[in-house]
């Protein structure tokens, strides 16, 4: 009895935590709409702020004056990071901020290792909280029982603060209706400003109470970011309240959940998400959104088909690609074909998000299974290079028709977070499987056929089937299917009342994607000789994330541009400097402000608004 | 859409130029006082906690090297190295950049297993020596073992022996494990299991948790440790989630009246953030540079200080070896020809800041061996005590049993 | 005249409140019968339940004879429903002509084809159509750019590119100026004419109802008050009662359309 009691206090505390730094998240979003990365760096920041005041001063003061400071320190980056950064991009297509925000995780992650070091640092105990005491025979530590207090002590401020302050029933009003709130003549720039520093003091304090219960790295950010994001969906975007049910939901089954089966915890809170989403598509306690109105989305200009000269061009670049063997190297070549590969990645992405309008935390799934539908066939079955990039897109494709089944019932974020964990638990099975899938360690020896086994015809046929797939592509977005997509992404009651059935052509456009991203792991397997869970985790998804959103999501080439730009920034910059996550970061953010459209789509625009009148695009 | 083709060719030349950049410039044929180049990844924006010190320790093997008249009669020793950023497949991408545009002899370097794997792989398909200096996985020289492939540190099987021999003399007969949920923390477990039962049949197994590496939930985990009652706990975990685990533990008092075997524990970048909490009594491997008397390491010892102005982590000390073992091996083949680096690699000794090493010629485990000891706190830090260091040969299963796991070449 | 629609019995109760109480009317091939009364007399909520976003509790409702009650929106489509919105819904990045496509290419069930392109397919057909309704010339226009009013004539012409039986029209003439209104509903009563569809809309400029409609129903509390001729609907004692008590409202502006 008493190991049960202990057991859910030790849950308790656990949710307190995930609770606070989930709470800011929530009510940024609730407010601004904007998919935070940095939430994590917030909390980073505040973990590192209250080591080193705690380290420096000793005692009560120290430790909780550091606390403090740091939540303060947090949440003023986050009115920084709102002022010179979020405040110019309000009026860019949805999620171009994520784009933004994810700039600042990469500088973030540098400045915290420039400023403190690489060390592991390990906190003091909080002075007079660093016994335990005994309940039923069992040790419960004292700083556990404060958080299990602090957690809804905070949620009963937030409530105060919303409930019983002018600002909070704005933030209230905003967090329900954004369009009526600029209507009433509410400073929106303002309550953006405040909100952000909020949801960043919440963050900094999360990370800076985690101190004497672990080590602070350089991976937390990233880590809790993610959890993060799961409790605040769980419990309904914009609901503190929620994100605490939440919180409190995911931190019991973690405690209870190692005594069953230890393994679980490496998936547990995805698992919870997709149930609850599968039961709940707004989550716990979130509304469903009121269709949005004249927001910032701009409306992507009717298709155009491409002019003869034009074509001529791109077919005569097309043939310099297929030379490029005669006078490049072997490494020229790896690199080429990496990049072409993901092109196809990132163009299989942008099929679903731009003319589907279906945002995706998780195309790595698709893109890994691929690598692993070619990996296992080799491991299992000698089979062929040909064989192995016939059973990627098989894979693939058949995880997308399941997954995308439930995905496809949701939107917006939700369905992101959806993908996300489908994904998880896709890597998991990989990860886990290790009869099968070799586990972490991988599947070794998945080289190209001997034919090509070299570098230039491993190239050309990258090369080949990369174009292959984006006419492909192409050419599915001008006919009637890929006008059915968009059409459901732009109205869907329009769809509905001339008898289009919108999820099921969300499904196929879901299927078609996996298919090309499976096609795009398989290549990637042969091209590195080998699989690893990896390519099925998160960092991957938001590689595709960043190349999509940095090109453009609404223009077919964006996707071209931006796996160009990204990965050949990532790839020449580590060979160039430590510091690489700094200046790819600072890149990005300047790209985000020089192109609040994404490169391709500006370049687009401009060349067509120059070009004539009477294509221009409506607001 | 119209312009679409136009951005398709200038993302294109994009990237033709983006990977131009990369050609740098075209080898010439080697002359006599050319560099040796050596290729070396590592996850240093990833792990740099590890990775920055044992850049340090290759940094001064090459130097020293070169000192001393670098290879091959007063060819000079060049070292390319490339972050991996924590993942496989841009460790392979920077090895096919090394060996193409870089024209090294040899790679070198990794921290993760997975990551070895993939370089080792990508080492046998391409024919090129690869000496993975950190990885611990048993795979890489047995069950995956190649022709090219050789291993500098004791694997997770050999760890794990040496901690046996004092699990065994211990009374407990209840033991708890706890390790991190991958192949590392899988293949100490088994393999301390294995031994364990193998030298104290009366040992049972009643409880095991396995946190997620990284995101160890560590006040349920403690808990359920507790909740089965052992008589001892072997632990596996390190890093972030170490601490996290000793503090939890030591307040929960799971340590209280319990003996703890621990793997790597005391290897300074581990045991340094605990700072005076280190948990007293745990019987641990790890690295107690202040208190090694041996002429190899104190002359290391001193210039690792004189250099650096800190102290070596076991990082430094792995830098260094492999260095210094490749050198040896370009000397010993008298050719940068991978076939005559691979076959100088077998059975070649090399002195390290240990004492002399061997590559076993069947399975190409070095015989480096580790320190296994007890913790104490001294002067508010960590330190072992009681220690002793383990040759690596005497708990490798013999050559020719381990080699004989291996694939046929 | 042949019966398009028919709906009988209908009822929807949200938590105890009755919104419909069994409601039962006809809507005959050519007509014009505008469905009107106070806010909250359950107007939108039949509207709702025969165009298939809302399913009744009880009661029928059938087109052409064929049960479609509880049937999804697209289902009742397919059985020739056309719809406009009180806010216009059309496809915003999609040209006035490829608005009109689409519902062909749906009609045709040709929206699974991946390979042929979209653009040229039943272009011909949709061109006549926005002929029809003057909009010919901004075919090629991105419909997100164009002025309200041809959103309003864009919409009609998707509602009846499947040659529906029914039209149904949600406020058609909302935000629009006065001018307009008399326009799209002259207009309306135009395609009526050729095509003998039905038409059943929803309206609250009463100038509108009773000069464009051919029967109008009235509605109060989830209940018809009454149906019939405009003059009978403006002669009769409930339905002024309903409106404020007096008649004031439905008399004939000066300078009002009609």
């Known amino acids: 009895m008493g190991f049960y009691v202990a057991q859910f ?122 016994g335990r005491v005994h309940l039923l025979g069992q040790a419960i530590p004292h700083y556990d029982l404060f958080l299990i207090v602090l957690g809804p002590v905070v949620l009963g401020l937030l409530w105060l603060l919303f409930h019983r302050t002018r600002w909070g029933v704005l933030v209230r009003a905003a967090t329900e209706d954004r369009e009526m709130t600029a209507a009433l003549g509410v400073d929106e720039s303002r309550l953006f400003t405040t909100v952000l520093f909020l949801g960043a003091l919440l963050a900094g304090l999360a990370g800076a109470i985690q101190l004497p219960r672990e080590a602070v790295t350089l991976h937390m950010d990233v880590a809790v ?9 769980v419990g309904g975007m914009g609901s503190v309240t929620g994100a605490f049910l939440a919180a409190l939901l995911i931190g019991q089954l973690q405690a209870f959940g190692i005594l069953l089966v230890p393994r679980i915890t490496v998936v547990l809170a995805f698992l919870v998400m997709a149930i609850v989403l599968a039961i709940r598509p707004y989550g716990l306690l979130g509304r469903v959104p009121a269709l949005p109105r004249g927001t910032a989305d701009a409306v992507e200009p009717p298709l155009r088909p491409a002019s003869p000269g034009l074509i001529a061009v791109a077919l005569a670049l097309t043939l310099v690609l297929a030379a490029l063997p005669v006078f490049a190297g072997d490494y020229v070549l790896a690199l080429a074909s990496e990049t072409l ?47 192995g990039l016939v059973a990627a897109p098989l894979l693939a494709g058949l995880a997308a028709l399941v997954f995308g089944w439930f995905c496809v019932r949701l939107s917006g974020v939700y369905l992101a977070m959806l993908t996300l964990a489908f994904a998880q638990i896709a890597w998991s099975v990989m990860f886990e499987w290790t009869a099968v899938t070799g586990g972490d360690n991988g599947i070794l020896g998945v080289w190209p056929a001997s034919w090509a086994a070299t570098a230039a015809p491993f190239y050309e046929l990258c090369l080949g089937l990369s174009i292959a797939a984006l006419l492909l592509l192409r050419r599915i977005v001008f006919a009637p299917f890929g006008y059915a997509v968009r059409a459901g992404r732009d109205s869907p009651l329009r769809c509905e009342a001339i008898g289009i059935d919108v999820q099921r052509f969300q499904w196929l456009a879901f299927v078609i994607a996996g298919v090309l991203a499976g096609l795009a792991g398989g290549l990637f397997a042969y091209a590195k000789g080998s699989v690893f869970p990896t390519y099925l985790d998160v960092p991957v998804s938001v590689d595709g994330l960043v190349m999509v ?56 625009g401009r060349l067509r608004s120059g070009r004539s009148g009477t294509g221009e695009a409506g607001r | 859409m119209r312009w679409s083709r136009t951005v398709v060719a200038a993302g294109l030349g994009v990237a033709l130029r983006v990977a131009l950049v990369g050609l740098g410039t075209a080898p010439s044929p080697a002359m006599a006082d050319e560099a040796v180049k050596i290729g070396e990844i590592n996850s240093y924006t ?106 500098l540190r004791p694997n997770t099987y050999t760890q794990a022996a040496m901690l046996v021999e004092e699990a065994a003399k211990l009374p407990a007969r209840r033991w708890a494990t706890v390790a991190p949920n991958y192949e590392y923390g899988e293949s100490a477990v088994a393999s301390f299991k294995q031994l364990l039962k193998a030298k104290r049949p009366d040992v049972e197994f009643v409880a095991e948790q396995w946190p997620v590496q990284g995101r160890i939930d560590a006040g349920p985990v403690v808990q359920a440790l507790a909740a089965a009652k052992p008589d001892a706990i072997f632990n596996v975990t390190f890093g972030a989630d170490l601490a996290k685990f000793v503090r939890e533990g030591s307040i929960r008092g799971l340590f209280d009246d ?120 001294k002067d508010g830090h960590g330190v072992m005590v009681d220690w002793r260091y383990d040759d690596g040969a005497a708990y490798l299963p013999p050559d020719d049993v381990a080699a004989a796991r291996r694939p046929k070449d | 005249m042949t019966v398009v629609l028919r709906v009988e019995h209908l009822v929807k109760s949200f938590g105890g409140v009755r919104a419909v109480d069994d409601v039962g009317f006809t809507v005959g091939a050519g007509e014009r019968v505008a469905l009107i009364g106070p806010n909250g007399a359950g107007k939108t909520t039949v509207f709702n339940m025969l165009n298939g976003q809302l399913r009744p509790d009880h009661g029928s409702i059938q087109i052409d004879g064929v049960e479609v ?190």
């Open chain 1, 225 to 233: 970011v993610v959890e993060a994001f799961v409790v605040v969906v």
């Open chain 3, 69 to 258: 009650r509880g049937r999804r929106p697209r289902a009742i489509w397919r059985r020739g429903v056309g719809r406009t919105f009180q806010i216009t819904a059309t496809l915003p990045s999609m040209t006035v002509a490829e608005n009109v496509q689409m519902v062909l290419l749906s009609f045709h069930r040709r929206l699974f084809d991946i390979w042929r392109p979209a653009a040229p397919r039943y272009r011909d057909q949709a061109l006549a159509l926005l002929d029809r309704v003057g909009m010919a010339d901004q075919a090629d226009r991105a419909s997100a750019t164009l002025a309200y009013g041809d959103l309003k004539r864009l919409e009609l012409a998707v509602a009846l590119a499947s040659r529906p039986r029914l039209l149904l029209m949600d406020e058609p003439t909302a935000g629009m100026a006065p001018r307009e209104r008399a326009e799209l509903m002259n207009l309306t009563a135009a395609l009526v004419a050729e095509s003998g569809v039905a038409v059943l809309f929803t309206e609250h400029d009463m100038d509108i109802v009773f000069g464009h409609a051919s029967r109008i129903i009235v509605m109060n509390q989830g209940t018809i008050i009454a149906s019939g001729q405009p003059a009978d609907i403006r002669a009769d004692a409930e339905v002024q009662a309903v409106y404020l008590g007096s008649g004031a409202m439905f008399a004939p502006r000066p300078g009002g359309a009609a």
């Open chain 1, 9 to 130: 206090l030790g849950g308790l505390a656990q949710a307190s935590s995930l609770f606070i730094v989930a709470s800011g998240l929530s009510i940024i979003f609730g407010v601004t709409r904007i998919v935070n990365f940095a939430h994590g760096t917030f909390y980073m920041v505040g973990a590192f702020v209250a080591y080193s005041i705690a380290d420096r001063v000793a005692g009560a003061w120290g430790f909780w004056g550091g606390i403090a400071t740091a939540a303060l320190v947090a949440g003023g980056i986050g009115v920084a990071l709102e002022r010179l950064l979020l405040r110019r991009l309000y009026q860019s297509p949805a999620l171009f901020q994520l784009l933004a925000t994810f700039g600042v995780v990469l500088v973030g992650q540098d400045a915290v290792l420039a400023i403190w070091g690489p060390e592991d640092r390990l906190g003091p105990r909080a002075p007079g909280l660093a």
């Open chain 1, 341 to 387: 590969i993901m092109v196809l990645f990132a163009a299989s992405l942008q099929f679903i998000m731009g003319p589907g309008g279906m945002m995706s935390f998780g195309h790595a799934a698709y893109f890994g299974l691929g690598a692993y539908g070619a990996g296992l066939v080799v491991k299992h079955f000698g089979a062929t290079m040909v064989t």
């Open chain 1, 549 to 604: 959103l940095l090109g453009g999501v609404q223009s077919l080439v964006g996707p071209i541009v931006g796996a160009v730009v990204f990965h050949g920034l990532e790839t020449q910059l580590v060979r160039l400097t430590d510091y690489w996550r700094l200046v790819v970061g600072v890149i990005i953010i300047l790209l985000v402000l020089a192109f609040p459209q994404g490169i391709a789509g500006a370049l687009g």
């Open chain 2, 258 to 377: 319990r003996s703890v075997v621990s793997l790597l524990t005391a290897e300074p970048e581990y045991l340094d953030p605990l700072k005076a909490e280190a948990p007293e009594g745990w019987i641990v491997t790890g690295y107690p540079w202040d208190q090694i008397q041996t002429p190899a390491h104190q002359t290391f010892l001193d210039a690792y200080r004189k250099k650096f102005g800190e102290a070596p982590r076991l990082g430094s000390v792995v830098g260094y070896t492999t260095f210094k073992a490749i050198a040896a091996a370009i000397n010993k083949a008298g050719s940068t020809d991978s076939d005559k680096l691979a076959e100088a690699m077998r059975g070649l000794s090399v002195a390290s800041p240990f004492g002399d090493i061997t590559f076993r010629p069947g399975d190409h485990q070095s015989t480096m061996g580790a320190f296994v000891g007890r913790l104490a706190v």
């Open chain 2, 46 to 151: 990833g792990l740099p906690a590890f990775t920055l010190p044992y850049r340090n320790g290759w940094q001064m093997a090459v130097e020293e090297i070169n000192e001393a008249g670098g290879v091959l009669g007063g060819r000079p020793i060049e070292v390319v190295s490339r972050d991996d950023d924590g993942k496989p497949e841009d460790a392979v991408r920077a090895a096919t950049e090394l060996l193409d545009n870089e024209k090294v002899v040899a790679l070198a370097g990794t921290y993760f297993s997975h990551i070895g794997l993939a370089v080792a792989d990508f080492a046998l398909h391409h024919k090129i020596l690869f000496i993975a200096s950190e990885p611990l996985t048993d795979a890489l020289t047995w069950d995956k073992g190649n022709r090219y492939t050789f291993r």
